[in-house]
């Protein structure tokens, strides 16, 4: 058993002391140095603080953070800096997910088993894509409950075709082995495929499948994520527990206001209008953002924050063209002229935490805030 900073990470069946609640999460991307591409650590620091300051969950090693293009010894590295960096500041409770999909079944169970050692509380694991074809339902399903069964940690299957050789883990499968494996802590659903998660939430978000498919970890429930932030809002009415969104990196604050909002109109319809108006800044904003990749997310931190840099080869930058055009589209701009404001009131009211209100009597039982 893993031990960081007095926190157990624990093994299956052992309590786990970083939570995993509802919430909204930041796919953090990897800096590189200009010229030799090595780790930019300072900057990731830097960068992990301001989301865990803005409330942002912390997921890393995912898409966003260019985890195909790491070492190995790179994605325990960036592990180890975040947790350190969280703990010094003053969020030791913060839990991290990582990314550990890859190619074999072997291997992810090995990234995994050094991401709990390095300080992840949680794993996400995206499905075996390069031999897709060669792949049916039953050789899918077992790679997540091998993976699960193997892993020291929880483990949120991660649904994302674009990213997976085209695999497409439909509802019926992911229930599946949400019942079929107690290590199983949730799934995120870059498909974009509302009524999936509706199907999912349906079957899994409810009393009754707590108390017939209990989680090995208590603190470990089984989480419906949606991948965008294009429908935080109709996704709570559906029981959804929030999302983990790229956007999360530029404009944090719209996105965990939009989350509180969206959990909270659950109960009080009178939150909803305002509610609307945040999701339809941000389902433009994240549309538009979403076109630009890696690249234009990192532009546009550095035209935010700073900080940013080029993704690592063979990925490139936006050209300059490009990058007028997303900075001056109206789309970020208006999100901008949000995020800005929210960071204005912030510093009015400098909050020592920001909690999200429960999604419904499913989950009144529950903590609803990534540092809960």
């Not at 030799?36 to 890393?60: C, N, P, Q």
């Not at 999909?101 to 300080?119: C, D, N, W």
């Not at 995206?126 to 074809?133: F, L, Q, T, W």
């Not at 063979?314 to 990058?323: G, H, I, S, Y």
């Amino acid at each position: 058993m893993s031990k960081i900073n007095g926190f157990a990470n624990g093994i299956n069946g052992v309590k786990h002391s970083r939570p995993l609640a509802p919430g909204i999460w930041a796919p953090v991307p990897t800096f590189f140095l200009q010229d030799s591409e090595e780790l930019d650590l300072a900057t990731f620091k830097r960068h992990v603080l301001y989301l865990a300051k803005a409330g942002m969950g912390i997921l890393l090693c995912g898409s966003m953070g260019e985890a195909h293009h790491l070492e190995d010894s790179e994605r325990t590295l960036l592990i180890k800096t975040a947790r350190q960096a969280l703990d010094a500041a003053g969020f030791s409770h913060a839990p991290i997910i990582a990314g550990t999909g890859v190619g074999s079944t072997r291997k992810t169970i090995e990234l995994t088993r050094q991401a709990a050692e390095a300080g992840a509380d949680y794993a996400i694991v995206i499905a075996s894509g390069y031999y897709a074809g060669a792949l049916d339902y039953p050789a899918l399903k077992a790679f997540f409950l091998e993976v699960a069964e193997a892993s020291p940690i929880p483990i949120m299957i991660y649904n994302y075709p674009g990213a997976a050789g085209g695999i497409e883990l439909d509802s019926d499968i992911i229930e599946s082995i949400a019942k079929e494996s107690s290590n199983i802590c949730g799934v995120k659903l870059t498909c974009g495929n509302v009524g999936k998660l509706v199907r999912i939430a349906t079957a899994t978000a409810v009393p009754s499948f707590d108390k017939l498919y209990p989680r090995k970890n208590k603190d470990a429930p089984f989480l419906v994520l949606g991948g965008f932030a294009d429908f935080i809002l109709p996704s709570a009415f559906a029981r959804a527990h929030g999302a983990i969104a790229g956007l999360g990196n530029v404009a944090p604050r719209s996105l965990v206001r939009l989350t509180q909002l969206s959990f909270a109109a659950v109960q009080d319809p009178t939150l909803l209008p305002e509610a609307q108006r945040i999701q339809d800044i941000v389902a433009a904003g994240d549309r538009t953002i979403a076109l630009g990749g890696i690249s234009g997310t990192k532009f546009l931190l550095e035209k935010l924050l700073g900080y940013g840099g080029a993704p690592r080869r063979p990925m490139q930058r936006l050209t300059k063209e490009r990058e007028e055009a997303l900075w001056q589209h109206k789309n970020v701009q208006t999100l901008v002229e949000l995020e800005r404001a929210l960071e204005r009131e912030a510093m009015v009211k400098m909050p020592s935490s920001i909690a999200l209100n429960t999604n419904g009597a499913d989950r009144a039982s529950r903590e609803v805030s990534a540092f809960a």
